[in-house]
């Protein structure tokens, strides 16, 4: 089960912090990542997190958006910073327990479990 939280309204240029809580699985062994959505669109990757550590992006949030983990609290985090109206979404944590990496670019091939979306307003 996943269940995130962090999310909501915050003007242009403020910062976020999502959080992720696993339980049931162990962080560390599979691909981990964030998506988000808006009505009416496909599911859009926006950060992985892969069982050795390293990290992708997507384009549109490189440099403001960091993903992490804390294992000991199976815990996986997205900081948002600089935020543009353009980032408000349905922002949903996902977890495939049964692969280790992440694919490059992020899409969702219908392997992930999701959490329940958290959703960010951001207003110009």
């Known amino acids: 089960q996943l269940v995130e939280s962090g999310g909501g309204s915050v003007q242009a240029g403020g910062s976020l912090r999502l959080s992720c809580v696993a339980s049931g699985h162990t962080y560390s062994a599979a691909c981990m990542a964030w998506f988000r959505q808006i009505p009416g669109k496909a599911r859009e990757g926006v950060a992985a997190a892969n069982s050795d550590g390293t990290t992708s992006y997507a384009d549109s949030v490189k440099g403001r958006f960091t993903i992490s983990q804390d294992n000991a609290k199976n815990t996986l985090y997205l900081r948002m910073n600089s935020l543009k109206p353009e980032d408000s979404a349905m922002y949903y944590c996902?977890?495939?327990?049964?692969?280790?990496?992440?694919?490059?670019?992020?899409?969702?091939?219908?392997?992930?479990?999701w959490g329940q979306g958290t959703q960010v307003t951001v207003s110009s």
């Open positions: 996902a977890a495939d327990w049964l692969r280790p990496y992440c694919d490059t670019p992020l899409v969702d091939l219908g392997t992930y479990n």
